[in-house]
């Protein structure tokens, strides 16, 4: 790649690919695969009681922050939108970024880009750039693979080693359950962290793994827990936080870098709350005590079959581990793969039963997917079992195969993906009554824990419980009465518990606030069956902007 000519005084645009995305059109917009993350992959089947919210695009957010050439990051733009950006700003390098779904999407933003900005040079980024042949299926200049910050850096002739300053980011917004969105305070969402990107484990489906070079590799931006440290103090000053998404496909397993945070969280007196990426090998490293001093209140952890032969799962009874983070108020979401290669029609609802069977607080479902770039792909390519008329924006892990499966059809994929959804949601409830379970455990084990920071995490963690979340128990107790008596019963014994531990408070927010959320839940719940979609705004975001 030859530097831009005009280096650091070159105007740049940063996009996400255009919306509206959730509902069919010929860019590859699906209703099924709206811009969320719960409501897309995990509670989308637990209806008005799913969690709504959006997530930025922090990829080009990194990287803006970590240019010194004036940038804009504009944040799902609606076509108009990106149109008219482009054709105001006299950009002359206009960025992209995707996923392989959404590859039309860039198609079109490059068609357009070239029209009416013919001198912008377009770059596109992203996990699309695995797509095989790329080149031949968009008009771009770059095609950047892997790691962008170092890559723009050395293409505005910058020091691509520079530290990485870290952006502010708010972890998630425009929360929304039960028809109403909960008022949102300062520091009241965790700031999201990058510690690193890729993961070494390699797993032969995994698509992040394989982006950033795959088994043994990835790529730290912040090498020490000291280094953390640093960034998260920052974070908490000026963001007013006190509970992070760590966003690390595989956050506990670099021991050595998370021990020596938990080190500086000690001698500075930091009590806070992480929500953290895991494989459960990587779990396996640490004690309960270390977790919960690490203030690890939350974890995504791969929960795929005992048949399968994944190394990170070697050596665990994931079932025993789901219970034992639960007595320490430690939330799970679990995550099962539909489909893989041992899964027959004779089996599947069996393996299925038994990752419900975890009870975790959250469990998102996704099909087995051979995807560009990873070492499943070349198999199933080598082996011919690659459907070639699939449109890629079907290929998101919540529709159908994009292959030939031994035992399973296509159509058949999609009803034991659904199922398994139905059937989580089914027995264990909705995920918020799931969380409220968890929050209560761990606050009985450490209510009266001598180490104070441990004592002052669990208060602040419980803090919800004791009124706004006694409310919504109360009226997912009465909605479920009659279609689910037996999660109904649970969910009852639980605000009986909670009542007990905190009194009256709970009592009174339960019987004054109830009555409305349940209200707000049938409201949202008729909506919803008229199809009514959440999309995220367009934001867009200037920076060394006085430069341009
Ligand atoms: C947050 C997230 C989301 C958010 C999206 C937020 C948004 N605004 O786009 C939500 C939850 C909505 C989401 C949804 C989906 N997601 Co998603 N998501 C992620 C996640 C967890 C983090 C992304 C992230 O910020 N990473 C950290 C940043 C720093 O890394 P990065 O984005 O890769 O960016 C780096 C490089 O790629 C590069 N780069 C990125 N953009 C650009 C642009 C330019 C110009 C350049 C030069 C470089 C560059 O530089 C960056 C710094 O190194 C990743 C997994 C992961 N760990 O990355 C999956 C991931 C990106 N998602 C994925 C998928 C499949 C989906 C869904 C289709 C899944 C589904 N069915 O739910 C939907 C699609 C929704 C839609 N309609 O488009 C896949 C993509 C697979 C692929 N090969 O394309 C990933 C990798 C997860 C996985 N392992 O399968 N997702
Ligand atoms: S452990 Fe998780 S993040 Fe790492 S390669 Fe396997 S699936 Fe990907």
Redesign the pocket.
């Known amino acids: 790649m030859n530097p831009h000519p005009k280096g650091v005084r070159a105007r740049v645009l940063?996009s996400?690919?255009f919306g509206p995305?959730a509902q069919d059109d010929e860019f590859g917009?699906r209703t099924i695969?709206?811009?969320?993350?719960y409501q897309?992959?995990v509670t989308r089947a637990q209806g008005p009681f799913s969690l709504r919210m959006?997530?930025?695009?922090?990829?080009?957010m990194?990287?803006q922050e970590n240019i010194s050439a004036p940038c804009t990051v504009l944040?799902?733009p609606t076509r108009e939108a990106f149109e008219r950006e482009v054709s105001t700003g006299r950009y002359d390098i206009v960025?992209?970024?995707s996923?392989?779904?959404?590859v039309g999407k860039v198609r079109e933003m490059c068609r357009v880009t070239r029209r009416i900005s013919p001198d912008s040079a377009i770059?596109?980024?992203?996990?699309?750039a695995?797509i095989p042949g790329l080149e031949h299926l968009i008009d771009a200049d770059q095609i950047?693979r892997?790691?962008?910050?170092s890559?723009?850096r050395r293409y505005l002739g910058e020091d691509e080693n520079a530290p990485i300053r870290h952006p502010h980011i708010v972890s998630g917004f425009g929360v929304r359950s039960m028809g109403i969105q909960p008022p949102q305070r300062p520091g009241s969402t965790a700031a999201t962290i990058?510690p690193s990107?890729g993961c070494p484990m390699g797993c032969n489906f995994?698509?992040?793994s394989s982006?950033f070079g795959g088994k043994g590799k990835f790529v730290n931006f912040y090498e020490t827990g000291d280094e953390l440290f640093e960034v998260m103090s920052e974070m908490e000053s000026s963001m007013k936080v006190r509970s992070f998404f760590m966003?690390d496909?595989n956050f506990l397993l670099q021991r050595n870098r998370a021990m020596q945070l938990l080190g500086r969280m000690k001698e500075n007196g930091k009590s806070w709350a992480l929500y953290v990426f895991s494989s459960a090998n990587a779990i396996r490293k640490y004690t309960m005590e270390e977790l919960v001093e690490l203030g690890v209140s939350w974890v995504w952890l791969g929960l795929e079959s005992s048949q399968s032969s994944y190394a990170k799962l070697s050596g665990s009874n994931t079932q025993e581990l789901a219970k034992e983070l639960h007595r320490h108020g430690i939330k799970l979401l679990g995550s099962t793969i539909v489909g893989l290669e041992h899964h027959t029609p004779e089996n599947i609802r069996e393996e299925i039963e038994e990752a419900v069977a975890h009870e975790t607080d959250f469990h998102q479902f996704m099909l087995y997917t051979p995807?560009?770039?990873t070492p499943l792909y070349a198999e199933m390519a080598e082996q011919g079992r690659l459907l070639e008329d699939v449109d890629p924006a079907d290929i998101?892990?919540?529709y159908k195969f994009n292959f030939q499966h031994a035992a399973i059809s296509r159509d058949d994929s999609k009803k034991f993906l659904d199922w398994a959804f139905l059937r989580d949601f089914e027995r264990n409830g909705p995920s918020l009554f799931r969380i409220c379970r968890t929050t209560l455990e761990g606050w009985k084990r450490y209510k009266n824990h001598p180490d104070p920071r441990i004592r002052e995490r669990f208060q602040w963690e419980v803090r919800q419980l004791k009124e706004a979340y006694s409310a919504c128990l109360w009226a997912m107790e009465r909605r479920l009465r009659k279609t689910n008596e037996a999660v109904s019963e649970q969910i009852h014994t639980l605000r009986r518990e909670i009542g007990k531990e905190f009194g009256l408070l709970s009592r009174m927010a339960a019987s004054l606030l109830g009555p409305v959320l349940l209200w707000t839940t049938r409201r949202e719940e008729k909506r919803l069956a008229r199809g009514f979609v959440y999309e995220p705004p367009t934001i867009l975001e200037r920076r060394n902007w006085s430069q341009a």
């Open positions: 940063l996400s690919v995305y917009s695969n709206p811009m969320e993350l897309n992959q959006f997530h930025r695009s922090w990829g080009i990194m990287i944040d799902f960025g992209i970024s996923i392989i779904t959404n770059v596109v980024g992203g996990h699309v695995a950047v892997g790691e962008g910050i890559w723009m990058i990107v995994c698509t992040t982006f966003m496909e995807v560009p770039g998101h892990g919540q």
